[in-house]
């Protein structure tokens, strides 16, 4: 009997893109195979976002253009889940009653048994819990990267910023014990992993929950004792939070990589009050200074917001003095739109779109040029890149791969007989706003190989956890 196959379509944060992998490794487990690329699976699943901008409109154009494709499949399905489907709940299934299934944030694990209910009942099934029972970790995953992955410490979020409907979403911050993400961390390593990035909505708050206000830091040098593990990323810090010890964990700690994003959303005071950003410009420019200071060579991303209700031209002015001061390797901007639920979505003031959109143009343009200035200095010197599927594009002529440096700079080299998952030395001969380009390889080596690589692009995992 063939299986029925899957598709998981993404949307949103890294949150979502490791969820997603929970997803697949859950459906595979339950003995759903992955849909070949261009097939029409059986079961489509959508991974929402409730954060960008017209995630609602994408979701449900999405969801009219699979009504008739399901309508000529007999059998098939469709799951809705992530933040939007947190949020809309039943209204779902009442907007677009060809979905089968709808689950929230809470209760991922249910997806399975929630497709073979629909199945049998022949009716949607909505199913969406108020808070974590399990973390995700306890579930299998299908991970699409051999020798990268993501940890997750922490669940949910503390912070009350008036743009973000989050931590209704995502439920208050809930954080793993460190034994169990080192354990995690271990396994993953022991299967061929190199790369991980520790994954929370704020985690530099790490430890709060269990009463140690620099557990981040600790868990940063912890990682730094894992025979085998090359490289740790973390995403993402709340400059409020940004504490001394974990600047001193990174510069001291040989595998936590210089690399650091930290969304700035304004430069102006003013708004960052009304976003209710416990800080100030002056405090994340110091916090900057002192990570260069101790990481000379570290590269610094950030999100930035433009056009919050009541932003004037001045504040917006200010938004570039700072970006222009920190010398962003990359910025990840976005034009304010009002999230219904969310404080800042009733504030007077709000800035007329066309506003709003040419400032964006000016935030961008000077952001690139930062960016630039910022990629043209490494020019000459000499980077180390993780070979990976799927950075850029593979050029099919010169057999060109891209890759990360360890500052996650996206580096396209010279065709060198490395795989993905090697590690490659090269020389920078070109820089551009988003990448650079490094003809010169100097060496090769070959990075360690998974047990289980023998996987189509897939690693299933599964690690016990609890919380406590």
């Known amino acids: 009997m063939t299986a029925r196959t899957y598709e998981v379509r993404t949307y949103g944060c890294q949150m979502n893109v490791h969820d997603s992998e929970?997803?697949?490794?859950?459906?595979?487990?339950?003995?759903?195979?992955?849909?070949?690329?261009?097939?029409?699976?059986?079961?489509?699943?959508?991974?929402?976002?409730?954060?960008?901008?017209?995630?609602?409109?994408?979701?449900y154009g999405n969801l009219g253009h699979l009504a008739p494709v399901k309508a000529a499949k007999p059998g098939m399905q469709i799951a809705v889940g992530g933040c939007l489907a947190q949020k809309d709940r039943g209204a779902i299934v009442e907007r677009a009653p060809w979905v089968d299934v709808v689950f929230g944030t809470h209760n991922v694990g249910a997806l399975p048994a929630l497709l073979e209910r629909a199945r049998i009942e022949q009716e949607s099934q909505?199913?969406?819990?108020?808070?974590?029972?399990?973390?995700?970790?306890?579930?299998?995953?299908?991970r699409e990267s051999a020798y990268r992955a993501w940890v997750s410490i922490s669940v949910g979020c503390n912070n009350t910023c008036t743009f973000c409907i989050v931590p209704s979403l995502r439920g208050k911050e809930r954080d793993r014990r460190p034994g169990e993400v080192?354990?995690?961390?271990?396994?993953?390593?022991?299967?061929?992993?190199?790369?991980?990035?520790?994954?929370?909505?704020?985690?530099?708050?790490?430890?709060?929950?269990?009463?140690?206000?620099?557990?981040?830091?600790?868990?940063?040098?912890?990682?730094?004792?894992?025979?085998?593990?090359?490289?740790?990323r973390f995403t993402s810090p709340h400059p409020r939070d940004f504490t001394d010890d974990v600047i001193a964990a990174m510069a001291e700690t040989p595998n936590a990589m210089p690399s650091l994003h930290m969304p700035l959303q304004s430069g102006s005071d003013r708004v960052l009050t009304a976003m209710r950003r416990s800080y100030r410009a002056e405090r994340y420019l110091g916090i900057i200074d002192r990570v260069r200071a101790a990481m000379p060579d570290a590269a610094i991303t950030t999100d930035i917001i433009v056009g919050f209700p009541g932003e004037t031209e001045e504040d917006f002015a200010a938004t570039l003095d700072v970006v222009r001061a920190a010398r962003f390797a990359g910025a990840f901007t976005f034009q304010y739109s009002i999230r219904p639920g969310t404080p800042a979505a009733t504030m007077p003031d709000q800035v007329p779109a066309e506003v709003v959109a040419e400032r964006y143009q000016r935030l961008v343009?000077?952001?690139?040029?930062?960016?630039?200035?910022?990629?043209?200095?490494?020019?000459?010197?000499?980077?180390?890149?993780?070979?990976?599927v799927g950075e850029g594009r593979k050029d099919a002529k010169t057999q060109r791969l891209s890759g990360r440096a360890r500052d996650n700079r996206l580096v396209h080299l010279a065709a060198c007989g490395a795989e993905p998952g090697d590690f490659v030395t090269a020389e920078v001969t070109y820089a551009a706003p988003h990448h650079l380009v490094a003809d010169e390889v100097v060496a090769v080596r070959r990075g360690r190989r998974a047990p289980s690589e023998h996987l189509p692009a897939a690693v299933l995992l599964g690690m016990p956890s609890v919380l406590s």
């Open 126 to 142: 909505v199913e969406l819990l108020e808070a974590l029972e399990t973390f995700p970790s306890t579930l299998p995953t299908r």
């Open 22 to 59: 929970r997803i697949a490794g859950l459906l595979e487990a339950a003995g759903y195979a992955k849909a070949p690329a261009g097939d029409t699976a059986d079961v489509v699943v959508f991974n929402t976002c409730a954060v960008r901008e017209n995630a609602d409109n994408r979701l």
């Open 182 to 232: 080192l354990a995690e961390i271990e396994a993953l390593v022991a299967d061929g992993v190199v790369e991980v990035t520790l994954l929370g909505q704020n985690v530099n708050s790490y430890g709060v929950e269990f009463g140690d206000r620099q557990a981040f830091g600790k868990l940063l040098r912890a990682c730094g004792a894992i025979d085998g593990l090359e490289r740790v």
């Open 365 to 388: 343009a000077a952001a690139e040029d930062v960016a630039w200035a910022e990629n043209r200095r490494l020019v000459g010197a000499e980077v180390e890149v993780l070979v990976a």
